[in-house]
């Protein structure tokens, strides 16, 4: 296990692939973990790319740490961990809240990154997506057994109970559900942040989001939006559709 201190809290990371010329930082999902890239799309790409993955902090493997979730001190703690690796340009890959850790880092540190690939990047201001202030525990629990229906993958008890303590944790003893209010209003400044870097958009055709994904694409010159089969889910649902995607775009 390889753990790496970013702003006094234990990060959780793995790399493939370490020789490779050029690097792909991969970024997951809140209340999700490194395993959403780990078995089936960072292998693949690991074949010409130097993979980082890592568990935001509060999740998976990585401590918990009671306060920093809004969008920039976590993509400020992204920008450490990058240092710390000794990583120069990087090119990013972000699923759901991971996607937005890398819309905000095409703002406001557009010369840290190559390319980009963005999942399912939500817009918080949706009724859907509006913030964690309206889920419970017992939610956002349900919410994780209707993914593991949908994708087939059904977590184990040792590993609900983990979440169950990590989500109890998230919301009742952390700043967590402040943090995601101070950017609700994140997608109004990406019309007139005219960013240039190459970037790839990757929705489900099923997904509540997929207005975030045409919304992007019209707002970012030099993007491409592809819509697959599947919904918020898509990089476990149809993970070879992902996957393929991946390698058109950073092969």
């Known amino acids: 296990m390889a753990f790496v201190k970013i702003k006094d809290t234990n990060i959780y990371y793995l790399e493939s692939n370490k020789e490779a010329d050029e690097t792909i930082l991969m970024l997951h999902g809140m209340f999700s973990n490194m395993a959403v890239f780990y078995l089936n799309i960072a292998p693949k790409l690991a074949e010409k790319y130097h993979i980082v993955l890592y568990d935001f902090k509060g999740h998976g493997m990585s401590d918990v740490a009671a306060s920093g979730y809004d969008l920039r001190s976590m993509t400020e703690e992204m ?53 964690v202030q309206t889920y419970s525990r017992d939610l956002l629990l349900q919410k994780t057994m209707d993914s593991s229906s949908s994708t087939q993958l059904k977590p184990s008890n040792r590993k609900l109970n983990k979440l169950n303590a990590q989500i109890e944790f998230l919301l009742n003893k952390s700043t967590l559900q402040d943090d995601m209010r101070l950017f609700l209003n994140f997608f109004e400044e990406i019309p007139g942040s005219h960013i240039s870097n190459e970037t790839l958009l990757l929705y489900g055709n099923q997904s509540d989001c997929v207005d975030s994904g045409y919304f992007l694409h019209q707002s970012i010159k030099d993007s491409q939006l592809f819509i697959g089969e599947g919904d918020h889910n898509i990089p476990v649902q149809n993970s070879q559709w992902i996957t393929d995607k991946l390698v058109d775009f950073f092969f």
């Open 79 to 131: 920008l450490e961990l990058i240092e710390k690796l000794h990583l120069k340009k990087v090119h990013i890959t972000g699923y759901s809240f991971g996607g937005l850790i890398a819309l905000y880092t095409l703002i406001h540190y557009p010369d840290i990154i190559g390319k980009a690939a963005i999942i399912e990047a939500p817009n918080p201001d949706t009724e859907e997506h509006r913030t």
